[in-house]
């Protein structure tokens, strides 16, 4: 049982020496890849004026919405008022 032992350490041992400092390399390759190439200033800028497009139109939205939610409500409370006698002049 002891030889057992001793057999999986240098195995192990053995594997790690020689993996780890492929690995090291590997991952340092990796590492040094870029990632994705810079972006030119006519993109950019395209990029920009679509950004201040959607918050604008995200905007106009949430008045829409908003609108919509008080005609629901002044038509939901419309039932539970009662109604006011007509105005004279």
Do not use: N
Not at 5 to 29: C, D, N, Q, S, Y
Not at 48 to 76: C, M, N, P, Y
């Amino acid at each position: 049982m002891p030889e057992d032992v001793l057999v999986v350490a240098i195995i192990f041992g053995t594997m790690a020496v020689v993996l780890f400092p492929l690995m090291r390399a590997w991952g340092r390759r990796i590492e040094g890849r870029e990632v994705a190439p810079a972006i030119s200033p006519d993109v950019a800028q395209r990029l920009e004026r679509i950004e201040r497009a959607v918050e604008s139109i995200a905007v106009e939205v949430e008045r829409i919405s908003e609108g919509q939610r008080f005609v629901t409500k002044v038509l939901a409370d419309r039932g539970e008022v009662p109604k006011l006698p007509p105005v004279q002049h």
